[in-house]
């Protein structure tokens, strides 16, 4: 006979290990549930801390876009271009046109491309084996290839350089990139068929991991995380950079801050993205040049300091370079959106269920060697 | 070679250094040890002032009215140096404070009506050798969208900096961070544990200047498995 | 059940030199701790049962048969680090399919013969690949995918980052790149078979 005072009920600590079967990277959490509630998330991070920072201190400016790259790999023209304007600015050099026109291209069929690895990614987390992912990957293929007709590589690709581009593009360039834009709308089409309406899709995302607009901007949350808390913000049209004045788009924004909005943010962003790369082809001058002409052999900036922000398909992508001088940066500091937007994973998935976790991890759309650098 | 264009600048760069080398802690101050290709001095243009002293950007105060005149306001009796620093498109305000009123400020920041500073962007840590450790912070207000950067300062004898954490949220991994990486101590920050760097890892803070970059081993053949590598394809 | 306790003087030492230690005392330093955790992983092929059994003339074929086998189904272990992984996952997707190797992506390390690691392998990282190693039953092979996996890549000169895999475990196939082709991958794997085929009998 057992006797309820010898029992004792404690809440189990669950360890989502560095390795785990859903891609988002290294990266471990430990779960305390209560049966199926969560009641405390400690994450660990760091098992991808490659010292970006201190790496590029000892680059000069055209080295450090390939680390760059390498720090986000998803949107690496997001993170070129972020550091390419922190270095044009402390330089004061004026990007031509053409260069940045074909820029901004790129910079957007880059925020497609790592947002139709979110919905492949976020299809494995809510319990679609692999079709969504598959789907995914082959609009990314597209997309690849015309990347690797223009920079050379299909994913690091270090085409932009301090002062426009690193050479000119090839000559069907206008014409691939709209035979590439048919095959993305008919790719989100796919996506948005199969996953938007999709009885089991919603009931796992909606009401899950609501997070509220005051509460994001305390935690620092840029992004598509926070337009679905409802904070109308986008940096390309509240702080613009580049040319972005330049074009009319829309940023949707979500009323509920849950993990469906979160998912129908990035759905429309994509398409608003077509719409701006639409109207750069228009406006793209047929000729010019790429890098301006008194541009400096050897980039030297002078002493100062920028801030520097893009708005990556993640959130503010933010560089903060402190120069003493010389070719070098003396601090490079990349504010990463993963990092921020992953703290406030805790108060996100406390109260919810085991298995809303992984959504809502899913749905933060972290990187991990963002978070880590 | 004509010098470069547009960028007379004196500055020591790493004129002859490869990269491959560690970031030594030269100081910049000695005379620059190469001059560009000689040109007679009478057929440059006239050089602005700034070039006398090319270690520091030179600080413009900033507009009258400005967001630091809104700070001194919510915050009194905190002396404050002001000064205006670029942004990408226009500049923005940046103020230095002492690291005992940063508490102050941070409060008078949030909570003020006429700031509204409530996001922080960004908190780095910068290690500028001789003259000790800088804790930057970057705000944003989204109601009046206007920016700030709050610096300050503190010694290698003393890296201590009062925790916004309880003010900012956000602030809670960046310092946490910057602990890691400089071992600036946050006093009063809830849950200071290593973040980024193995808990039992944390005797040097990898990026101080004076923590060196690892070599490369030249020779990987010990760790090959028995006979890979003796053949030559 | 109390009386089943064992206390530890009783257990029987079955870890193997080199295995991570899980509770480091305090009074190491870092560095001690350090190399502690990198020592590397022997290789340890054991011993297949068939081969005990079979008389030495069916062991030939037998070696041929199942070297065949195994080789045709390789079933890695997706150990996608970093940026390598994205070439990784597109391999394994539908335009370089892997499928047709035979080649399926399973994530438990229980089951699966090959681990590819791909992606810098960091020092706080290093500890879980060699546990995640010595899960995988044997026989089991490594590819060490990417520059980063090979020799550390780019971020070699950080001092928190392992010089390549192969200092805490055996690797097979390195393939280089930064990432490599999906073509380049799929040229490790076939790499990969050859050599099973090529080893048979050992």
Redesign the interface.
């Known amino acids: 006979m057992v006797l309820d005072s010898s029992l004792e009920v404690i809440d189990m600590p669950i360890n989502m290990?560095?390795?785990?079967?859903s891609?988002h990277?290294?990266f471990r959490m430990v779960l305390v549930v209560d049966g199926e509630k969560v009641v405390d998330v400690t994450p660990h991070?760091?098992?991808?801390?490659?010292?970006?920072?201190?790496?590029m201190?000892?680059?000069?400016f055209r080295?450090g876009i390939?680390?760059a790259d390498?720090t986000e790999?998803?949107a690496q023209f997001s993170a070129e271009l972020g550091y390419c304007?922190?270095v044009e600015?402390?330089?004061e050099i004026e990007v031509p046109d053409r260069a940045e026109y074909i820029r901004v291209i790129l910079t957007e069929m880059n925020r497609l491309s790592s947002h139709f690895?979110f919905m492949g990614a976020f299809g494995i987390d809510s319990g679609i084996f692999a079709t969504s992912?598959?789907y995914a990957?082959?609009e990314?293929?597209y997309l690849?290839d015309i990347f690797e007709e223009v920079s050379g590589d299909?994913?690091?690709y270090a085409y932009f350089r301090v002062g426009g581009l690193a050479w000119e593009v090839p000559d069907n360039f206008v014409s691939r990139v709209q035979e590439v834009l048919v095959k993305s709308q008919q790719g989100i089409r796919d996506l948005d068929d199969l996953l938007t309406k999709n009885e089991i899709f919603m009931a796992r995302c909606q009401n899950v991991g609501n997070f509220s607009a005051e509460?994001a901007?305390?935690?620092?949350?840029s992004g598509p995380i926070l337009r679905a808390s409802g904070?109308n913000?986008d940096l390309r049209r509240?702080?613009?950079?580049s040319i972005y004045p330049r074009f009319k788009f829309q940023i949707p924004v979500g009323n509920y801050g849950d993990v469906y909005d979160r998912y129908l943010v990035r759905l429309e962003e994509m398409r608003q993205s077509i719409s701006i790369i639409e109207q750069a082809l228009q406006q793209l001058p047929p000729e010019g040049p790429i890098v301006p002409e008194?541009m400096?052999?050897?980039l030297?900036t002078?002493?100062?300091?920028?801030?520097?922000?893009v708005e990556s398909p993640r959130g503010?992508w933010?560089v903060?370079l402190?120069s003493?001088?010389?070719?070098?940066p003396?601090?490079m500091?990349m504010?990463s959106p993963s990092?921020?937007n992953?703290?406030a994973l805790r108060e996100m998935t406390i109260g919810q269920y085991l298995a809303d976790a992984v959504m809502i991890l899913g749905s933060l759309d972290i990187v991990?060697?963002d978070v880590?650098? | 070679m004509t010098p470069p264009d547009g960028q007379d600048q004196e500055t020591t760069g790493a004129a002859g250094e490869t990269p491959v080398t560690p970031p030594s802690p030269a100081p910049e101050g000695a005379a620059p040890a190469e001059q560009p290709a000689a040109k007679p001095a009478a057929e440059r243009p006239a050089r602005p002032v700034k070039e006398a002293e090319p270690k520091e950007a030179p600080r413009v105060a900033p507009q009258p009215g400005s967001i630091s005149e809104l700070l001194a306001k919510a915050a009194p009796g905190v002396e404050m140096k002001a000064y205006m620093v670029p942004s990408v498109v226009g500049e923005s305000v940046a103020v230095e404070v002492g690291r005992d009123d940063l508490r102050a400020v941070m409060t008078a920041v949030h909570d003020d009506a006429s700031l509204d500073l409530k996001y922080l962007r960004c908190l780095s840590g910068i290690d500028w050798q001789e003259e000790g450790l800088e804790v930057v912070y970057h705000l944003w207000s989204f109601s009046k969208r206007h920016a700030l950067t709050v610096k300050t300062r503190v010694t290698y004898a003393d890296p201590t900096v009062p925790s916004i954490s309880a003010i900012y949220p956000s602030a809670d991994w960046h310092e946490r961070e910057t602990r890691d990486m400089f071992g600036i101590n946050f006093d009063g920050h809830p849950n200071l544990v290593p973040l980024l760097l193995p808990d039992d890892m944390t005797d040097h803070f990898p990026l101080r200047k004076d923590n060196p970059l690892q070599e490369i081993e030249e020779w990987q053949g010990d760790n090959l498995r028995d006979g890979a590598g003796e053949g030559e394809e | 059940m109390k009386d089943a306790v064992t206390t530890p003087a009783q257990v029987p030492e079955k870890t193997v030199e080199g295995a991570p230690v899980v509770a480091p005392q305090r009074e190491q330093t870092g560095v001690e701790r350090e190399a502690e955790r990198l020592t590397p992983v022997p290789f340890e092929p054991g011993t297949a049962l068939y081969r005990q059994i079979l008389p030495g003339i069916l062991q030939v074929p037998a070696d041929a048969v199942l070297a065949a086998s195994r080789k045709s189904s390789l079933w890695p272990m997706t150990f996608g680090l970093a940026c390598c992984a994205i070439e990784m996952i597109a391999t394994f997707m539908s335009h370089h399919d892997l499928d047709r190797f035979g080649i399926v992506p399973w994530p438990s390390p229980r089951q699966s013969d090959v681990m590819i690691v791909s992606g810098t392998v960091t020092k706080k990282m290093a500890p879980a690949v060699k546990l995640l190693y010595q899960q995988m039953p044997n026989p089991k092979w490594v590819i060490a995918m990417g520059a980063c996996a090979t020799n550390g890549g780019p971020y070699t000169r950080y001092d928190r980052v392992l010089q390549g895999v192969d200092k805490i475990i055996p690797v097979d196939v390195y393939v280089p790149g930064c990432p490599p082709r999906p073509e380049a991958l799929m040229d490790g794997m076939l790499a990969l078979q050859h050599k099973i085929m090529e080893e048979r009998s050992k």
């Open positions: 290990g560095p390795q785990h079967p891609t990277g290294v991070i760091g098992y991808m801390h490659r010292g970006g920072e201190k790496l201190e000892a680059m000069d080295q390939g680390y390498r790999y998803l304007l922190a600015r402390l330089m690895m992912f598959v990957f082959r990314r293929e690849q299909r994913l690091m509460r901007i305390a935690y620092g949350v904070v913000w509240d702080e613009p950079y008194k400096p052999r050897r030297r002078p002493p100062g300091e920028v801030y520097a922000k503010e933010g903060y402190v003493k001088g010389g070719d070098k003396y601090r500091k504010r990092f921020c992953l703290s991990l060697c880590d650098r």
